[in-house]
Nanobody, 124 residues
Framework: QVQLVESGGGLVRAGGSLTLSCAAS????????VGWFRQAPGKVREFVAA????????LYADSVKGRFTTSRDNARNLVDLQMNSLKPEDTAVYYC?????????????????WGQGTQVTVSS
């Protein structure tokens, strides 16, 4: 029912910045949570950040806290992930996901809808 479209991935140098966007095909639901996950080759998918559409409360993984910021844009039906001070270890495919009325937003299996993923590569 919900289609998520990601954009903004690319190649950047260490210390640089990149902003990812996740757009919903339909109007946002106020009860939804939107999460960001990433997966590097040979690694499991890990939690990055999450935001509640209602209220805008956020949660970040320790590995990105202070460097990444996720925010919502009600008018544009977008959720952005602003990534600053990027490190080579941030290299991964980044995914956005959405689900309604979930509590454990760090658990990938709890999400119902997923974007196709976008590659972020950080060079030394």
């Amino acid at each position: 029912q919900v289609q998520l479209v990601e954009s903004g991935g690319g190649l950047v140098r260490a210390g640089g910045s990149l902003t990812l966007s996740c757009a919903a095909s339909g109007p946002p639901c106020s009860s939804y949570s939107v999460g960001w996950f990433r997966q590097a080759p040979g690694k499991v998918r890990e939690f990055v950040a999450a935001i509640n559409w209602s209220g805008g409360g956020t949660l970040y993984a320790d590995s990105v806290k202070g460097r990444f910021t996720t925010s919502r844009d009600n008018a544009r039906n977008l959720v952005d992930l602003q990534m600053n001070s990027l490190k080579p270890e941030d290299t991964a495919v980044y995914y956005c996901a959405a689900a309604e009325r979930i509590v454990a937003v760090t658990i990938a299996d709890n999400y119902d809808y997923w974007g196709q993923g976008t590659q972020v590569t950080v060079s030394s």
